[in-house]
């Protein structure tokens, strides 16, 4: 059997109505890797409407050629490698983008979507598979979840594509087939047209999906074609090869880590004013940081100036009093819960009012479990656990040598960042049901003594608020673990969000408004 034929690289290509196909740019296989399948009428696929693939992207490499992508993050699209040249990490030159990504645009003779550069490639090691980073994010558009199992033999999946067809060199329009799934392997699969269907040049790059549950999935990319009926082929053998985009977890956790996260539609915030009243405002974007906000309204007061508010989860507001009662109330969505008809709130403990003070008031945290830790005079991390069912505490002690921080947050399941009075940030991560330590990090940060508070909506992301001449100012940041550094935020600090915060005395978020996935 003789090798599939190279694919050109010196043109843009799309493809048309009957025998559409997905082997733009893609390097030559090996012989022997694709299978003569029982012969098909030549029927080819059809033209996609926007509302079905508002994700795909046409990308156009340097004006000379052309492939297929995907938008799976507003930053991000994913691609085949053998679109762009070379390996690794790849970034435009200062003026020149790497290509220009065309995006919800299935006809490119309107002027629908948007059109974006690429600033920079990321390819695979092992895979044909690539991402390329805009230079600014898309947002508004659906985008199809990344498949977490392999397709099956016999599987059916839809294909689309920009490539050419089998009567037209340069199409205006978007196509899409079914594929039948004829043989799966490590980080492949073999795939077959429909009616004779076929994917060809200006292809690669393009999405192979499944529907399940009624949510589609991205399950592989178009690498590889026999091109069958494809404009000037003459090629008889049927096929093509996709590559799966299972198992690319680790490797898209590290570049794309918004594909890990799950937030709830708003953050709570609960902020202590200086008139003693407490109000709630909502953050909508956790996840990219973005000045997006419902309106604040008061919740409470007066009696929070002289305390210690610190969140929980479940909408769980703690309050430490001066005279030492720990307070547990609770915010439903539209107001306090009652637990009796004297008060808003429940006392559950004692001992609480050295975090009324300065020294003490930002060694106290609770975690997205509800774990409650706390820095205390003998310098040790303590750890607690209330069951308001059963009114029961659990505690413990977890590590000495806590009192070098001045200021502790959780940032997730026993994810604790500590700071030092000189502004230094750590992150550690505890498991609190094995009683060990995951991770300790280095300093990861400095300079952050300039915030007098400093909240977390959950998964590592941090809302940091400062004093300015006239107000009060809120800073987001997001450290990613998994790549060792902090999101960008298009500046050397952190995002500003509001100003919003008029001199607040205290500011907390519920830290189970984000998970990492």
């Known amino acids: 059997m003789k090798t599939l034929p190279t694919v050109g690289r010196s043109m843009s290509t799309k493809y048309h109505r009957k025998g559409w196909c ?19 009428a030549v029927a080819g696929g059809g033209v996609a409407r926007a509302v079905d693939y508002g994700f795909i992207a046409k990308i156009e490499v340097s004006g000379a050629r052309g492939c297929t992508g995907v938008l799976i993050d ?44 690429v600033m920079s490639v990321v390819s695979h090691p092992e895979r044909d598979v690539a991402l390329g980073r805009l230079a600014e994010p898309v947002w508004n558009v659906d985008r199809p979840a990344i498949a977490r199992t392999a397709p099956g033999q016999g599987e059916v999946l839809r294909v689309a594509g920009f490539g050419r067809t089998e009567d037209v060199w340069v199409p205006d329009k978007l196509q899409h087939a079914r594929f039948r799934v004829q043989s799966v392997a490590s980080t492949t699969v073999e795939v077959v047209g429909e009616d004779g269907a076929s994917t060809c040049k200006g292809d690669a790059g393009g999405p192979a999906l499944r529907e399940r549950n009624g949510a589609v999935e991205l399950v592989a990319i178009n690498s590889a074609s026999w091109q069958k009926g494809c404009l000037e082929v003459s090629e008889t053998r049927q096929g093509g090869i996709e590559t799966r985009v ?59 100036l002289n305390g210690r508010a610190f969140a929980s989860v479940d909408g769980v507001v703690y309050g430490a009093k001066e005279n030492g009662e720990l307070r547990r109330l609770r915010w439903n969505g539209t107001g306090w819960d009652r637990p009796n008809p004297d008060h808003w709130y429940d006392v559950i403990d004692y001992g609480w009012e050295r975090y009324t003070t300065d ?15 706390t820095i205390e005079p003998d310098g040790n991390l303590h750890w607690r656990s209330y069951d308001h069912a059963t009114k029961r505490w659990e505690h413990r002690v977890v590590e000495s040598g806590w009192g070098q921080y001045d200021l502790i947050v959780a940032a997730g399941d026993g994810v604790l960042y500590a700071r030092t009075p000189d502004g230094k940030l750590f992150r550690h991560h505890y498991d609190a049901e094995g009683q060990r330590w995951i991770s300790r990090s280095g ?18 992301i941090l809302y940091g608020i400062r004093s300015s001449w006239y107000n009060d100012a809120s800073y987001w940041y997001r450290y990613l673990p998994d790549a060792q550094k902090w999101a960008e935020t298009g500046t050397r600090g952190g995002k500003l969000l509001s100003r919003r915060w008029n001199r607040t005395h205290n500011v907390v978020a519920a830290p189970d408004s984000c998970r990492l996935l």
């Open 443 to 460: 300093q990861i940060g400095a300079a952050w003594n300039m915030y007098h508070s400093i909240t977390s909506a959950g998964a590592d």
């Open 74 to 117: 507003p930053e991000w699209v994913l691609t085949a490698r053998s679109c762009f040249s070379g390996n690794g990490v790849q970034a435009a030159a200062a003026g020149s983008p790497m290509a220009e990504a065309i995006i919800g645009r299935p006809d490119l003779a309107t002027n629908a979507g948007k059109s974006v550069s």
């Open 22 to 40: 997905a082997g733009a740019l893609v390097a030559v296989l090996v012989p022997g890797a694709l299978v003569s399948p029982p012969a098909h």
């Open 359 to 373: 020294a003490y008031r930002n060694r106290v945290t609770a975690d997205s479990k509800g774990h409650i830790y």
């Open 246 to 304: 299972d198992g690319l977890d680790p490797w898209l956790r590290q570049h794309v880590p918004n594909l890990y996260i799950e937030c709830k539609s708003a953050v709570p915030i609960f902020a202590v004013h200086p008139d003693d009243t407490m109000w709630l405002d909502q953050h909508t974007a956790p996840r990219y940081g973005n000045d997006s906000w419902i309106d604040g309204f008061r919740i409470g007061g007066p009696g929070w």
